[in-house]
């Protein structure tokens, strides 16, 4: 295995190399950005929840850790501006990081696609130069076919996430959207 990874490293064109070394970073980085914003979503999620199971049970206002109680406790007097306010603000925090991950699905097969092209273009010179047989061209072309492979992998990570991360948004944004319905026919 260490073997065939240190050949691998030898034969391949430095782009493609550069190409795989992009995506490993890219793979780090989302995996950090969704693994961060899922859990940080998930704990805001159940605070959210609560509130809301208490709202429902009669309690007069939000709870304390509700983050339309920021919101409300600013102003004396509740109005559908102030709670809608409190939506804007809830909807951009929930969503941080959904921009990245879908930059990453929508780009990251093209960055491998790229690598592969470079490391074939190659392949096909050192063709041109020698008298290659099928054996050179289909380890070139293997061995290209790595950065866009690696380029599919990265992207199906980025786009899952991306959507996990896109429907926890939308639970959370619904669930602070039942609030301050419920918070405004008290009002009422």
């Given amino acids: 295995m260490i073997n065939n990874l240190i050949d691998f490293y030898l034969k391949s064109h430095p782009v493609t190399l550069g190409v795989l070394a992009l995506l490993s970073v890219y793979f780090i980085v989302l995996n950090w950005v969704f693994f961060y914003r899922y859990f940080s979503i998930n704990s805001w999620l159940q605070n959210e929840n609560s509130s809301l199971e208490s709202l429902l049970l009669g309690a007069s206002t939000?709870?304390?850790?509700?983050?339309l109680n920021n919101f409300l406790k600013t102003s004396t007097n509740v109005s559908k501006e102030i709670l809608g306010l409190a939506m804007l603000a809830a909807t951009k925090e929930a969503t941080k990081g959904l921009s990245l991950l879908s930059i990453f699905a929508s780009t990251t097969p093209f960055i491998g696609l790229f690598g592969t092209v470079v490391s074939i273009l190659d392949t096909f010179t050192?063709?041109?130069?020698?008298?290659?047989?099928?054996?050179?061209?289909?380890?070139?072309?293997?061995?290209?076919?790595?950065?866009?492979?690696?380029?599919?992998?990265?992207?199906?990570?980025?786009?899952?996430?991306h959507q996990v991360l896109k429907r926890k948004s939308f639970e959370l944004v619904s669930c602070l959207q039942m609030q301050s319905d419920a918070v405004l026919a008290r009002k009422v």
Avoid: E
Avoid at 127 to 141: A, D
Avoid at 151 to 156: D, K, L, T
């Fill in 62 to 67: 939000v709870s304390v850790k509700s983050f």
């Fill in 126 to 161: 050192h063709i041109g130069q020698s008298t290659g047989s099928m054996s050179v061209i289909s380890s070139g072309v293997s061995d290209a076919l790595v950065a866009t492979a690696a380029g599919i992998f990265v992207a199906i990570f980025a786009y899952t996430y």
